[in-house]
């Protein structure tokens, strides 16, 4: 396997960690190989996590746009994101592996929640790390992962949101690494586990390709995700990378706006570096210390993407913007009324910038947006900014 | 020979065991820094100092406590060099830095450790980057003749340390524990016995790191064959908790644990 996207990706972790990456790595290309476990990944993703999911026709939206725009209902698998196609597959591996402990983290919430049920599921002991500040903002996520069984342990060092829950696990993981598993929820951190994820989450574009050609009888103009590590957008990208006249967007977050310096756009203002295990784009200071970011979204609030991402803008096959905490506000409110759903915070940055294409672009292009997720989470604090 | 070499072939001479106090750049601030480090000079073997770093995920909450002070204090690279620069000019005890890779990158590698060697700095270790990601710090290293310290733990097996100790160079850095720094736990019986594999493989001498704090555990590494000790943590909450502007505290705990 390689360790490398061009020149971004690798291995930089302490050398404690690296006979389990090497070990991660051979297990993995077995399991891939293994064909009862292959089936039990199928069936886990049919009747565990209700896959297929749907790619619904958002009617209202295409009619108010002049397009024509699917969403790719991540939010309808079981536990209500996308992130539970990685937390059963890297489960299963873990169990492969016979490792006994799962460690994660988690900003959002919904990789944690991800992670807790495919530990009940699969008979694993589950901690999960997350930043104070997530906890209190994504605070049913909280209760969901105690309920499924998962010690959570709050972050109080750095920032503490996701960056530092990923320090705090990483620790764990350095301290306990003979039965521990990492389950990294993003295409992040070392080699192999941007490829390890991005495989897991590729059902998400196989399953969508198929599908708008089954309605469309033809590959969709523009495809649309958020980006916060990157594993949603990475699952819908994957099996249209070598469709060319595919387009594709990832969203990134643009906070208070790219000018206010609080963001999380790595690719409006950050900088070829080296963060939790990878070399990528990273948001630091001129010395490179990691600078803190900020999104209304806790998904998408990190100061680095998977490194395959800035592979892929270097090929100049995705193009990458932001949007607003302001813009995702505005977009989380329009879909829950044009099209009753409640999109994740991270997923309406997606629906904004989709949106603000939509109104430029020619009549009836045909757009998909990933849904990665549902917005049951973000209501307490929602409460507070849209006064419902 | 070096300065690293020539001060463990003296204290290999002498019978002793290594003292090798680790603080951080700049911490609690820059001078106060500047003073304890020249007063432990006097007082070791080998100083190894840590540029701070925001996210330093092989160190505890000790070190990242002291890591944000010392940023907060107004810490730089820049400043880090010149700090050591000024310490250089008052001793010739060897001085190791600890640094996390992006520090390095951002600088530019070459050019780190073209300042490293200007600022008077004999090792670097960098402690997110294994022999996987080694040769292009590697290269500068050589270039600029400053030892490549490397850190191993007990997980590390027979044939990697065999292509690790190709690379490595002054001595190596063995974590007591397999875990992050200033876990304090008694010397377990699996590092001990590492100790004693690691002496078939390698002349390169041992230091010991990661949670030392107590006479006896330096007695039993020491009994075990390692070469020197790496004291951290202990040491930067000895700051905290002492007066700084007395540093007898800091040298005679440093004493307690002469062995």
Redesign the interface.
């Known amino acids: 396997m390689k ?1 490398y996207f061009g020149k971004f990706g ?11 990456l090497l070990e991660l790595e051979k297990a993995y290309e077995r399991f891939k190989k293994n064909e009862s476990m292959q089936a039990e990944l199928k069936k886990l993703q049919r009747d565990f996590i209700g896959r297929p999911t749907s790619l619904y026709f958002a009617e209202r939206m295409s009619k108010a746009t002049g397009q024509k725009i699917y969403l790719k209902r991540e939010d309808l698998a079981h536990t209500g994101a996308h992130k539970i196609n990685n937390a059963i597959g890297q489960g299963l591996l873990a169990k492969f592996m016979g490792k006994s402990r799962i460690i994660a983290e988690t900003g959002a919430g919904q990789h944690g929640v991800a992670t807790a049920a495919a530990c009940a599921k699969l008979g694993l002991e589950c901690v999960v790390y997350m930043g104070e500040v997530d906890m209190e903002r994504q605070q049913p996520n909280v209760i969901r992962m105690r309920l499924l069984g998962a010690k959570v342990v709050p972050v109080t ?2 920032s503490r949101t996701l ?2 829950a990923i ?1 705090e696990a ?2 764990d993981w ?2 306990n ?2 039965t521990t598993h990492y389950m990294i929820g993003s295409v992040l951190g070392p080699h192999p586990y941007p490829t390890i994820v991005r495989d897991f989450q590729a059902v998400i574009g196989r399953e969508a390709r198929s599908q708008i050609l089954s309605s469309e009888g033809r590959l969709p103009d523009y495809l649309v995700a958020c980006v916060g590590g990157g594993s949603n957008s990475v699952g819908l990208f994957h099996q249209f990378i070598n469709d060319s006249k595919v387009k594709m967007i990832g969203v990134e977050a643009g906070g208070y706006g790219i000018r206010s310096g609080k963001h999380a756009a790595r690719f409006a203002g950050g900088r ?6 990878t ?1 990528s784009f ?1 948001l ?1 200071n ?5 600078t803190e970011t900020h999104s209304i979204s806790a998904g998408l609030d990190y100061p680095s993407i998977g490194p395959e991402h800035v592979f892929l803008r270097e090929l100049g096959r995705i193009k990458y913007v932001s949007a607003t905490d302001e813009e995702a506000l505005s977009a989380f409110r329009y879909l829950s009324e044009t099209e009753g759903i409640i999109p994740a915070l991270e997923s309406a940055h997606a629906v904004a910038y989709a949106l603000k294409l939509a109104k430029k672009l020619p009549n009836k292009k045909l757009i998909i947006i990933n849904l990665s997720g549902r917005g049951d989470k973000d209501l307490p604090e929602m409460e507070k900014g849209l006064k419902i | 020979m070096n300065r690293i070499e020539t001060a463990f072939t003296h204290i290999k001479k002498e019978g002793k065991l290594a003292m090798m106090p680790f603080l951080v750049a700049g911490f609690p601030n820059f001078s106060q820094s500047l003073k304890i480090l020249k007063v432990l000079s006097q007082h070791s073997d080998l100083l190894e100092i840590g540029f701070p ?6 160190d ?2 000790v070190i ?1 406590k002291a890591d ?1 002070v010392a ?1 907060k204090a107004g810490s ?2 820049s400043k880090v060099f010149e700090l050591i620069k000024n310490l250089r000019l008052t001793t010739e005890i060897p001085i190791t830095v600890l640094v996390y ?3 390095v ?3 530019g590698i070459e050019k780190f450790y073209r300042d490293a060697r200007n600022a008077g700095i004999d090792g670097v270790l960098i ?7 080694i040769s292009i710090f590697l290269k500068a290293a050589k270039k600029y003749n400053i030892d490549n310290i ?4 007990t ?3 027979p044939r ?1 340390l065999n292509k ?1 100790t190709k690379v490595a160079q002054g001595y190596l850095y063995l ?1 007591s ?4 720094t200033g ?1 304090q736990k008694d010397i377990p019986r699996k590092t001990l016995q590492y100790i004693k594999q690691i002496k078939r493989q390698t002349r390169l001498p041992i230091a010991v790191g990661f949670g030392i704090s107590n006479l006896s555990q330096v007695k039993k590494l020491k009994i075990n064959g390692a070469d020197g000790v790496i004291i951290g943590s202990s040491l930067i909450k000895l700051i905290q908790k002492s007066n700084t502007n007395n540093p007898q505290t800091l040298i005679n705990f440093l004493k307690n644990l002469n062995y």
């Open positions: 360790s690798g291995q930089f972790v302490p050398e404690t960690l690296m006979p389990s060092s750095g960056k530092d320090n990483i620790r350095i301290t690494i003979e070829e570096g080296i963060l939790h295990g070399k990273v630091q001129a010395d490179g210390q990691i | 770093y925001s996210d330093p995920l092989a505890g909450p990242q944000q940023l730089t690279t890779a992006n520090l990158y951002q600088r402690p997110d980057v294994p022999f996987e990601e490397y850190l191993i733990a997980t590390t097996t990697r690790i974590t524990v397999v875990g992050i876990t």
